[in-house]
């Protein structure tokens, strides 16, 4: 069993930015890949940054060059660095725990919220 806490969300101006934390308790963090999902009002939940144990990541195609996913293993922590922030990056912003072995043995944080407005 992992647990997930997000925290760093909350009201910031169109250009701003925004660190986002996600704490993992409970099981061995190094065994799993973590990612950042959103989802916004009457959207679904997309990927937006993940991170393999190793380090290798990936990002929606509408976050790169803003936004970046690191991972603190002696802290069991990731972060997701987001800059240059824009209203429809607005939504709530779930932290995800995938292990990278044992099929479907994933995890879902509480979710925190961002939104991007002036």
């Known amino acids: 069993q992992v647990q997930l806490v997000e925290s760093g969300g909350g009201l910031v101006q169109p250009g701003g930015s925004l660190r986002l934390s996600c704490a993992a308790s409970?099981?061995?963090?190094?065994?799993?890949?973590m990612g950042w999902y959103r989802q916004a009002p009457g959207k679904q939940r997309e990927l937006v940054a993940h991170?393999?144990?190793?380090?290798?990541?990936n990002y929606a195609d509408s976050v790169k060059g803003r936004f970046t996913i690191s991972r603190d293993n002696a802290k069991n922590t990731v972060y997701l660095q987001m800059n240059s922030l824009k209203p429809e990056d607005s939504a709530v912003y779930y932290c995800?725990?995938?292990?990278?072995?044992?099929?479907?043995?994933?995890?879902w944080g509480q979710g925190t919220q961002v939104t991007v407005s002036s």
């Open positions: 409970g099981s061995i963090f190094t065994a799993y890949a």
């Open positions: 995800n725990a995938d292990h990278e072995l044992i099929p479907n043995r994933h995890y």
């Open positions: 991170i393999r144990s190793g380090g290798r990541t």
